[in-house]
């Protein structure tokens, strides 16, 4: 955090202060009952120190006020708040407000974020929302309010996430007409009446402990043939055109890739067909630890499905005759002259962290280079985030989850760069290359790859979207490029796009450059990932993920935090994280005490 905040600090210091909002904070705090410290104080300059404020670039305005969890009680006084026009960010949950909402809160016009949640505010909510348009997220779950729903929340026309759960509003549910609408919940309210046709694509949990009439009544409302394109449709268009740009692009690396390899592999297949002299000049070499039991010949009589085609080469699960499964990478395109790729595997395969996927064994010859490692049977981080979005199977990783991995990959690059005298680089870091361990922790692969392989030229290498800047020549990475490579995992887990995704044109737009654009002009709560919206009280911590994973991506390497300390930023989030200490913070607790299991568990 202190680095982030002396980046903040550099940039400022010759800036000016919103001196007027300053007065009306200090006396909304001195109004306001609370029990933890809030080191407001007008002397010190509230853009770079003062706890819960965000200002804008130039500092000429304030556009976060984020005080979650801060003990404060009583009712919100009026003429405070609502005097800071430029905020678009305002978090008061988690405290023992009550009262109503003030009215005069509808001046701010910029609001994109307001939550309120888990306090004691009551009443009707006396808003006229048509004044806030750029409104986003609204969640007023876990409180007192009653009296109905207004139709004026229609207005919001880029609302995403509405959150009214855990009240007391009756009546019943407005025609609520919101293209943006992504999440919903109505749940344990006193709602009765049908849900309006314009929300019954929400699920059933969302409307679920109201009086509310049957869900849908097919009969006595006849279902008109419409000629428009009903809007899952149109959203499908949306995703196809995507997914046709991604199949554009995957197919001009297959054929940059198939120049020199024309044949097409069979997804199932052998490595190579048992009868065949395997001797070469090569054998194959197991690492301490390694529970395998298998030859050369075992290996390549085992039956082989294609896990994916990578700029390395093909990687293949391996399943052997005793029943065990492997991952074997067949490299392409090695530059090292034997000695030197032996040397280098040498390296990597001593490493062993809970956070590595370990080397479990290398073969080099003439015509063959491979490599052996654990086989994950959920997939990687990168199939976890992003395979079918729209498979209803498919269970999102929730947040949690994220920042398990993102701990601990950090730990495992973290680790590999004290290794070989402090100068191991991973070289190839990226989402497809993270696998969970059995914790569910982040676990690195294809540690130390690059090195050992023919660099790769700007087109191709360009394609991934996590190399960083610097890096002209793949088989000259340093750690500040790993850094970077890092930061743009941590971007994807929080924005759950890829490191380069295409948009409506036919453009590919890197991960880094999209969130640069997005939070150019303030931060902005609409970078991250729908999926994660639904998760209450986490706001805070993805903004500080945020802010870490930016400093990582910072254009010059030496900008970029050492990945050690990046560790302690991600640890940060919990530990100092102003959360209450709910249930689930309780669940979530063994994120920053990691058991350290001695021994590595092979799957
Ligand atoms: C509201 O946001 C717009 C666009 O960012 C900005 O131009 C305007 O100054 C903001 N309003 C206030 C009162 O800060
Ligand atoms: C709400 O505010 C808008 C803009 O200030 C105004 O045009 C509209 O009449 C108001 N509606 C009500 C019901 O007060
Ligand atoms: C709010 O919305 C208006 C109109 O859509 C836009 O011009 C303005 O920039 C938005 N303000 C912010 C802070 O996004
Ligand atoms: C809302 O609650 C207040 C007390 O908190 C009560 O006086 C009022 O009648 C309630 N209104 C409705 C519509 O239930
Ligand atoms: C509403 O309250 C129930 C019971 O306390 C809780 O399980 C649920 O998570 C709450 N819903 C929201 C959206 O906070
Ligand atoms: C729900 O509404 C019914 C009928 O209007 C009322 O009797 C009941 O007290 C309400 N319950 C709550 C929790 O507000
Ligand atoms: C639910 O609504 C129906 C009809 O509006 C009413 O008869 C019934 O008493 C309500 N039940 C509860 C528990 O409020």
């Avoid at 065990?324 to 067949?330: A, E, G, I, L, N």
């Amino acid at each position: 955090m202190w680095l982030f905040i002396i980046l903040c600090a550099i940039g400022r210091i010759v800036s000016a202060e919103p001196v007027e909002e300053k007065k009306i904070l200090i006396n909304f705090i001195q109004s306001i009952s609370h029990s933890r410290v809030i080191n407001w104080d007008m002397r010190s300059s509230a853009c770079v120190n003062w706890i819960g404020i965000t200002c804008n670039h130039d500092s000429s305005t304030i556009i976060a006020l984020r005080l979650p969890a801060f003990s404060l009680h009583g009712p919100i006084p009026t003429n405070t708040l609502s005097q800071l026009s430029g905020l678009q960010i305002l978090s008061l949950r988690s405290n023992g407000l009550t009262g109503r909402i003030p009215s005069d809160f509808s001046n701010l016009r910029n609001l994109t974020a307001l939550y309120l949640q888990s306090n004691a505010f009551y009443g009707p909510l006396p808003l006229n929302f048509s004044n806030w348009d750029n409104l986003s997220i609204l969640d007023l779950s876990n409180n007192a309010f009653n009296g109905t729903i207004p139709p004026s929340i229609s207005t919001l026309t880029h609302l995403t996430a509405l959150n009214l759960a855990n009240n007391s509003f009756s009546g019943q549910i407005p025609y609520l007409s919101l293209p943006s609408l992504q999440l919903l919940d109505l749940s344990n309210n006193n709602l009765t009446g049908p849900v309006p046709q314009s929300l019954e694509r929400f699920p059933a949990s969302a409307f679920a402990g109201n009086n509310l009439s049957t869900l849908t009544s097919p009969t006595s409302q006849p279902v008109k043939k419409s000629t428009h394109l009903p809007e899952p449709a149109i959203l499908g268009i949306v995703i196809g055109g995507c997914a046709l740009a991604f199949v554009l692009v995957a197919l001009i690396m297959i054929a940059w890739h198939s120049k020199e390899r024309p044949q097409v592999e069979e997804k199932v297949t052998r490595l190579r067909s048992g009868s065949q002299n395997v001797n070469g000049n090569g054998s194959l070499v197991f690492f301490e630890g390694s529970s395998l039991a298998f030859d050369l010949e075992d290996l390549f009589r085992a039956s082989a499905e294609v896990l994916g085609k990578g700029t390395f080469g093909t990687t293949y699960k391996a399943a052997l005759e005793d029943a065990s499964t492997v991952v074997v990478k067949r490299l392409k395109e090695v530059g090292a002259a034997k000695r030197d790729f032996e040397v280098q595997m040498e390296v990597v395969g001593n490493v062993r962290h809970q956070n590595v996927v370990p080397l479990r064994a290398y073969y080099y010859s003439k015509d063959e280079k491979l490599t052996v490692y654990d086989y994950f049977p959920q997939g990687s981080v990168s199939s976890m985030l992003h395979a079918k979005r729209d498979d209803k199977n498919r269970s999102p990783l929730d947040w949690d989850s994220r920042l398990r991995i993102a701990i601990g990959a950090a730990r495992g690059v973290a680790y590999i760069h004290t290794q070989n005298g402090g100068k191991l680089v991973h070289g190839n870091i990226k989402a497809s290359n993270i696998f969970l361990n059995p914790q569910r922790y982040g676990c690195v692969s294809d540690l130390g790859l690059t090195a050992v392989m023919t660099p790769l030229t700007p087109p191709v290498m360009r394609i991934g979207g996590y190399r960083a800047p610097e890096v002209a020549d793949t088989r000259k990475v340093y750690q500040a490029s790993d850094v970077y490579s890092f930061g743009v995992v941590l971007l994807e887990l929080l924005t759950g796009k890829s490191a380069t995704h295409a948009t409506g044109g036919e453009e590919v737009v890197h991960l880094v450059r999209w969130v640069h654009s997005v939070v150019r002009e303030e931060w902005t709560a609409e970078v991250f990932d729908v999926e994660l919206l639904k998760y209450p009280n986490i706001e805070e911590e993805m903004v500080e993920m945020l802010q870490i994973g930016m400093q990582c991506v910072a254009r010059s390497p030496e900008q970029r935090p050492k990945m050690a300390d990046v560790v302690r930023l991600i640890e940060d989030i919990r530990r100092t994280g102003a959360s209450t200490p709910t249930t689930d913070q309780v669940v979530a607790s063994p994120l920053v005490a990691q058991p350290m299991g001695s021994s590595i568990v092979a799957m």
